[in-house]
């Protein structure tokens, strides 16, 4: 599907969520309107207020997918617990923000606490190393400087594959994440 055609797609999905009737976060300082959705390209990220019913995203995600005829991902849903901590251990140990919800299907991901989760390239979570957002793109790294290295590069293809490969694949995760100290010297031994 064209982005176009996908962006005009998506829209009805956003509309539906923001005319719910859930009230995602809207005690955020200095924010006037709630926040309940972000969408961009593919990716749908909703925030959930503790009163919010499961059952009714779900709704409106059923009659997104029947509209369009289109299947969701569940398999990629992933919640990841907001709030205090005793809040994220009980959604975490009874899948279920309040007594009174059903508890989340068990095909939907619950981060537990040190686990990150991916949202938009960058990596979140509640007691994470800093270097977790960093071990993927590291071996990404080491795997892409391995394959050129196979060709023997002169030292100014190998400055161009530094730029290319090292600059070019952390730019982001830098830009989103930050770099960690211990990080930058990995790299810079690489280099």
């Known amino acids: 599907m064209s982005c176009l055609l996908f962006d005009l797609a998506i829209e009805p999905l956003a509309a539906s969520i923001w005319k719910s009737e859930l009230r995602g976060f809207s005690d955020i300082p200095g ?7 972000s969408l961009f390209a593919d990716d749908t990220t909703v925030f959930l207020n503790e009163e919010d019913k499961l059952e009714d995203l779900e709704k409106i995600l059923d009659q997104w997918c029947m509209a369009l005829t289109a299947v969701f991902n569940i398999a990629k849903t992933q919640i990841l617990p907001i709030r205090k901590k005793e809040y994220r251990l009980r959604i975490i140990a009874d899948r279920r923000a309040i007594p009174e919800q059903r508890q989340i299907p068990e095909h939907i991901h619950v981060a537990v606490e ?12 509640y007691e994470v190393h800093e270097g977790t957002a960093w071990a993927n793109q590291l071996e990404k790294i ?5 394959n050129w290295d196979k060709s023997n590069p002169t030292m100014d293809g190998r400055k161009k594959i530094v730029q290319m490969v090292v600059g070019g694949m952390t730019q982001y995760l830098t830009q989103v994440q930050g770099m960690p100290k211990s990080i930058e010297k990995k790299l810079q031994k690489r280099i």
């Not at 924010?31 to 959705?37: A, M």
């Not at 080491?142 to 391995?146: A, C, F, R, V």
């Open 31 to 37: 924010v006037e309107e709630k926040l309940i959705t």
């Open 114 to 125: 040190g686990e990150a989760i991916r949202i938009l390239g960058a990596w979140y979570g």
């Open 142 to 146: 080491d795997k892409s400087l391995e």
